[in-house]
């Protein structure tokens, strides 16, 4: 989860909406809004990427920066597994 999409968040739950307003917001209404349906639930046959998180974002947004793992099609990568990845991007 890049540190715009978490600075987002923690702006929408200042402005008034709750943390879990905010993450749906930012994550499942965009998907029903493009129509992309394969993607809004964490099941089989779906293709969601998630994070897992140390704390839970819904007892404090700013949670949401405190992530474990990244799942990026099926593959679990640490945070440092994911910096040389966007690294390799950034590169080609």
């Known amino acids: ?12 739950v200042r402005a008034g ?8 917001t930012a994550t499942t209404t965009p998907t029903k ?3 992309v349906n394969d993607s809004e639930a964490i099941e089989a046959g779906k293709r969601a990427d998630l994070v897992v998180l140390d704390a839970n974002p819904l007892n404090d947004i700013r949670n949401i920066r ?5 799942v990026i099609g099926g593959r679990v990568l ?3 597994q994911l910096w040389k990845l966007v690294d390799i991007q950034i590169d080609n």
């Open 1 to 12: 989860m890049g540190s715009s999409l978490q600075r987002e968040l923690e702006l929408l």
């Open 17 to 24: 909406l709750t943390s879990i307003e905010a993450i749906r």
């Open 33 to 35: 809004v493009l129509g």
């Open 66 to 70: 405190r992530v474990r793992w990244t």
């Open 78 to 80: 640490d945070p440092s």
